[in-house]
């Protein structure tokens, strides 16, 4: 967005993320950085175009240890954010995500399936979260006649993943690169379509140029099972690792594809980045790092 010509103010409390991921851009010129919980009130001067709401933990690690956090970003972080955009007359936009389908009885998941989600497991402070933020978002879409987007965005990966986020991405590629033993729950059998998230941040651009305020799926629609996945990264890491099998979490879900249909029709959006050429540059990222912690 810098490089567009936009002035880009970044808003994070770090509670997930890392100052070091924006350091690059500290000395530009139309960027700035300023350190806030959005599920507190946000104050700005100044005119803004868009609020782009991104803020929430989104690795059931996280969720499971800041769970009211969680609650709270989704539901009043978004109530705030849309509060700010209202204010400056400014488009809105949420990501949102796949886990709005919870562990879905339809497949591949097209925007009009309402989901299959446990109001009351450990998953649901995200997923509900998630699902109110978007009756927020049409609500003030329909009540305000703002300009609203709405993103759901299916597993992301790519450099700048924390090692430790507990994601299967990171974990299979920490355990692999350390040659550990690289766990995958359950029989591996369950699925997730990774997609790149240079792949990602461009269908999330042109989302924001396009007329359209129902929610768009964004991701890959090639599916693999974990187990697949766990073997994939070790062959790809040269890794001596053993695969070993630990209980199934409560709700994770079975599977994960997202129906396209919309995106390819709406933005004119594909994902273009094969899975083994992101996995290529996840990995020297996280080997890079790893160099530098040892």
């Known amino acids: 967005m810098l490089a567009d010509g936009w002035r880009v103010v970044c808003v994070d ?26 599920s507190e009130p946000l104050y700005m001067d100044g005119a803004l175009d868009a609020v782009l709401h991104f803020a929430s933990p989104a690795s059931p690690v996280d969720y499971a240890d800041h769970p009211i956090a969680t609650l709270k970003v989704g539901t009043l972080g978004t109530h705030n954010m849309l509060g700010l955009a209202r204010t400056k007359r400014a488009l809105f936009l949420l990501a949102s995500t796949s886990e709005v389908y919870g562990d879905p009885q339809v497949s591949p998941q097209p925007e009009t399936y309402w989901g299959n989600v446990n109001p ?50 990171p974990n299979f590629l920490l355990q692999a690169l350390k040659n550990e033993p690289i766990t995958v729950y359950g029989d591996g059998s369950q699925t997730r379509s990774l997609c790149y998230v240079d792949d990602l941040i461009e269908g999330v651009v042109r989302l924001l140029d396009a007329d359209f305020s129902d929610p768009v799926n964004l991701g ?75």
């Not at 402070?125 to 978007?134: N, Q």
Request: glycine fraction near 6%.
């Open 120 to 169: 009351l497991g450990p998953r649901a402070v995200y997923d509900e979260a998630k699902r109110a933020a978007e009756a927020f978002t049409m609500a003030y879409h329909r009540t305000h006649g703002m300009k609203t987007r709405i993103i759901r965005i299916f597993n992301t990966y790519g450099p700048r993943m924390r090692i430790n986020d507990g994601r299967a991405v």
């Open 220 to 294: 890959t629609d090639e599916e693999i099972t974990m187990l697949q996945l766990a073997n994939g990264i070790r062959r790809l890491c040269g890794s001596t690792s053993e695969i070993v099998n630990r209980p199934l979490p409560e709700d994770d879900p079975k599977q994960r594809r997202p129906d396209l249909t919309r995106a390819r029709r709406i933005l004119g959006w594909e994902p273009r980045t094969s899975l083994e050429a992101g996995l290529v540059k996840t990995i020297a990222y996280f080997r890079e790092r790893l160099s530098r912690a040892s």
């Open 13 to 38: 409390n770090l509670v997930t993320g890392a100052a070091k991921n924006v350091a690059q851009l500290r000395n530009h010129k139309s960027f700035e950085s300023i350190q806030h919980n959005v």
